[in-house]
């Protein structure tokens, strides 16, 4: 997997770009995308139109993303999710916590 960081000038808000697929062997990498960012930006947006799938692993780390970002309080989006991916997050009520936009 390769993430592309941008953080906006304000540092109200970081895009992460996920490319490839999204399981357990990118943890270190996933967390490290945002993690040394304090305090955490306002909004995080996932751009996930290059994930062709996701594992359950990817989805403990889009609760920690969640819960780095402010838990129930967080502004976190999933955009441009592939139809497997937003199917399987919105089956895991995904959707409940965070903001998905299909493709």
């Not at 993430?3 to 895009?15: C, F, P, Q, Y």
């Amino acid at each position: 997997m390769e993430i592309k960081a941008e953080l906006s000038v304000d540092t109200a808000l970081l895009t992460l770009t996920l490319m490839g697929k999204f399981d357990y062997t990118c943890h270190q990498l996933f967390q490290a995308s945002y993690d040394s960012i304090i305090p955490a930006p306002r909004r995080v947006v996932l751009d996930m139109l290059e994930v062709p799938s996701v594992d359950s692993s990817a989805l403990g780390m889009l609760l920690l993303l969640r819960t780095y970002a402010g838990g129930d309080e967080a502004d976190v989006s999933i955009i441009n999710a592939q139809p497997d991916v937003y199917k399987l997050l919105q089956t895991c009520k995904f959707d409940d916590l965070f903001n998905l936009k299909p493709l």
